[in-house]
């Protein structure tokens, strides 16, 4: 593992840092310790971050108006979006898009039952 002396830097682990603890955890060796080039445990698993807020959202469509045509908004208001109908929806986590889904209704509270998700290596290089 290349490590690079940031830790005055950021506290945010680098890309290839987070690569290698997602590609431990996968295979099984999450939490098993490696020492570095300067002695200290980097193999901590991913067991640190589970207990991180992150904020989910999903996205039906956009649509770019103006001022005038929002202050005329009232009840009953239609918005064309940029989707058409039956388009999977867009699943964000913190602002990056995560996945792909359908909208299901589950009890009486809306869902997503995800139906393409990005790949690990994708969502590792999209990080930054």
């Not at 103006?66 to 986590?93: F, H, N, Q, S, T």
């Amino acid at each position: 593992m290349n490590t690079t002396n940031n830790s005055h830097s950021s506290a945010r682990p680098a890309p290839e840092e987070l690569k290698e603890l997602l590609d431990d955890s996968m295979s099984g060796s999450a939490g098993r310790t490696t020492p570095t080039s300067t002695g200290q445990d980097s193999g901590r698993g991913l067991d640190f971050l589970y207990d991180v807020p992150l904020q989910v959202s999903v996205e039906v469509g956009r649509s770019k108006i103006r001022l005038r045509d929002l202050l005329k908004m009232g009840e009953g208001y239609v918005i064309e979006l940029d989707k058409l109908a039956g388009e999977p929806l867009d699943l964000y986590v913190n602002s990056k898009l995560i996945a792909r889904g359908e909208a299901v209704m589950v009890g009486d509270k809306f869902g997503i039952r995800l139906t393409d998700v990005v790949s690990t290596s994708d969502r590792i290089e999209n990080l930054g």
